[in-house]
């Protein structure tokens, strides 16, 4: 049972390019989410999924698009990514009310 | 719209000291309340949800409706819990399973 799988851990980018981040989790949970981590401003949610075909925007989606075809995979593309984007990006499962599990990251650079 | 405050952007102490970590939360209904601990570089992990009333780590935290607060509380702090904590609010509405995070707060236990 491995959780919560993020790939890659690092990435750099040059700004214009675009990529997708990689998110999978074993645990058969519907919710599934995405998170930008920045110092002073916490976690924001990008977007979330409550299942398989069903996703919505959170509180920052521009420039970010997900697609929930499984269960089990959540990817998050940067369409053009921007310097704007350098961030800590979490992916994060939830079944019923226990709360989160959260993936161990990606730190993403745009240059 | 649903907030989670966090006064205290650092937090230092000496170790055997005692800790409370405050959090502040506004919403419309009744509150889902977690904690999220973030060892130095690593995923954030549950650390205490209100509704299970559970002890993790030497750690506490009562829901106090009429204050609107759900603080962070250990009698004696120890070098191990240096790290960033989150307060988290779930919602909005009865099923969601989103999380509204606080800005964090990063605790610093000195020897």
């Known amino acids: 049972n491995a959780g919560v799988t993020q790939t890659p851990k690092f990435q750099v980018l040059k700004t214009g390019q675009s990529m997708t981040l990689q998110c999978a989790q074993d645990m058969n949970h519907e919710y599934m989410s995405w998170y930008r981590q920045d110092p002073g401003m916490g976690l924001r949610l990008i977007h979330y999924?409550?299942?398989?075909?069903?996703?919505d925007q959170g509180e920052v989606p521009n420039g970010y698009n997900v697609s929930r075809s499984t269960t089990e995979d959540f990817p998050l593309r940067l369409l053009s990514a921007a310097p704007s984007q350098t961030s800590v990006y979490f992916c994060?499962?939830?079944?019923?009310?226990?709360?989160?599990?959260f993936g161990s990251g990606t730190r993403l650079t745009v240059v | 719209a649903q907030r989670v405050t966090q006064p205290e952007k650092l937090l230092s102490v000496f170790k055997g000291a005692p800790v409370e970590l405050k959090c502040n939360y506004s919403?419309?209904?009744?509150?889902?309340l977690f904690w999220y601990v973030q060892y130095s570089r690593q995923r954030l992990q549950l650390l205490l949800r209100h509704i299970s009333r559970e002890s993790i780590k030497g750690f506490t935290a009562d829901l106090n409706k009429g204050e609107t607060s759900f603080h962070l509380k250990k009698p004696f702090a120890q070098e191990e819990d240096s790290a960033m904590y989150y307060c988290?609010?779930?919602?909005?509405?009865?099923?969601?399973?989103?999380?509204?995070f606080g800005k964090g707060t990063k605790l610093s236990v000195i020897p």
């Open positions: 988290a609010l779930k919602g909005p509405g009865a099923g969601s399973y989103q999380l509204t």
């Open positions: 919403y419309s209904g009744s509150p889902e």
């Open positions: 994060a499962s939830s079944y019923d009310d226990y709360g989160y599990t």
């Open positions: 999924s409550v299942g398989a075909g069903i996703t």
